[in-house]
């Protein structure tokens, strides 16, 4: 099950069910410019802020060649390098996703009965790349996410 997870580890990188996350700031704090054009941010208590999971998955400085699906990411050699803070599709503290664990063993126990029985072929109304929805705070596709069972023969 060891790639299974790897696969699953970098569908959540690239494609995070929950694309962000929020926290209420408890003490004063002020965030550092990083770039010479920025000034520097002072939170107050009661402040909101949101975690931009998406983006920050999506960041090259974090996760070279974003964009490729690379479940090697995920691998014993390489997982170590994956900074800490920058990959939290459950989020991340006291407050993470109560039902992480339960989730991926969810998704395992489907993909293995699924891929047990059929095969997972484009059709037709697959898309390829597949077009977003600006409609919807989630990942979904435009038109919906489509794609073939092919029965296994034995
Ligand atoms: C792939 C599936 C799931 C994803 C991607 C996901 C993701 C998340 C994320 C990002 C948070 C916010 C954590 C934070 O702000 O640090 C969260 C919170 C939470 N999730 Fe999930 N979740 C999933 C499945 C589930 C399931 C199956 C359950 C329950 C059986 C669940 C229950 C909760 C609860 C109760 C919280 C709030 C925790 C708190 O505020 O202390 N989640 N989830």
Redesign the pocket.
Known sequence: MKYMDMIISET?RKW???TA???VCSKPYTIQPSNLNEEPVHLKPGDVIFVP?NGIQRDPKYFPNPDVFDPERFSDENKGNIKPYTY??????P??????R??IL??KTIFFLMLSKFNFIAIEKTQIPIKLSTKSFSIVGDSGMWIGLEPRSK
């Open positions: 959540l995070p069910g929950v996350t929020d926290r999971i939290m599709p459950f989020g991340l503290g407050r993470n996703c109560i039902g992480s339960f989730a969810e998704t």
